[in-house]
């Protein structure tokens, strides 16, 4: 038992070293960690879904109110913008501005070179994870 909770410790660690350099990328390009996140979860959304206000909140797991909030500060920024939906004008849908654009593909340049050099620690430790959870299931 001792080696997967050793496991799951190195796992949540090469995690929380990605989420922290990750974290630190946004403030250096002006945008708190969360407008990042939400930056990327409208560009990133699987295909056929809409960027709408209950979309983005699944997956970012916030509140309505606070996804309207975080929308709120990107829209002044000028980093996203709202609009109404061709199909259903009740709808309203966020989408990402060029500066928007610019910011995440910065951010996401930054990411592809920090998972370069992190990549391999992290699924090492996945890898030692699934590997315990196989041993204890051959062994029930």
Not at 30 to 45: D, M, T, V
Request: proline content about 2%; some cysteine.
């Amino acid at each position: 038992m001792t080696d997967e909770y050793r496991a799951l410790a190195e796992f949540r660690y090469q995690i929380r070293k990605f989420l922290h350099f990750s974290e630190e990328a946004a403030r250096e390009c002006g945008l708190e960690p969360q407008h990042h996140q939400l930056l990327l979860a409208i560009k990133g959304l699987p295909e056929g879904r809409k960027a709408t206000i209950r979309e983005i909140a699944e997956r970012l797991q916030l509140q309505h109110h606070s996804t309207v909030e975080l929308i709120n500060r990107l829209s002044e920024r000028g980093a996203v913008e709202r609009h109404r939906s061709e199909e259903d004008r009740r709808e309203v849908l966020i989408r990402l501005t060029r500066l928007g654009e610019s910011l995440l593909r910065k951010l996401s340049i930054a990411h592809q070179q920090e998972l370069e050099t992190a990549g391999p620690d992290l699924s090492k430790s996945l890898s030692a994870i699934m590997r315990a959870n196989r041993r204890k299931r051959s062994a029930a």
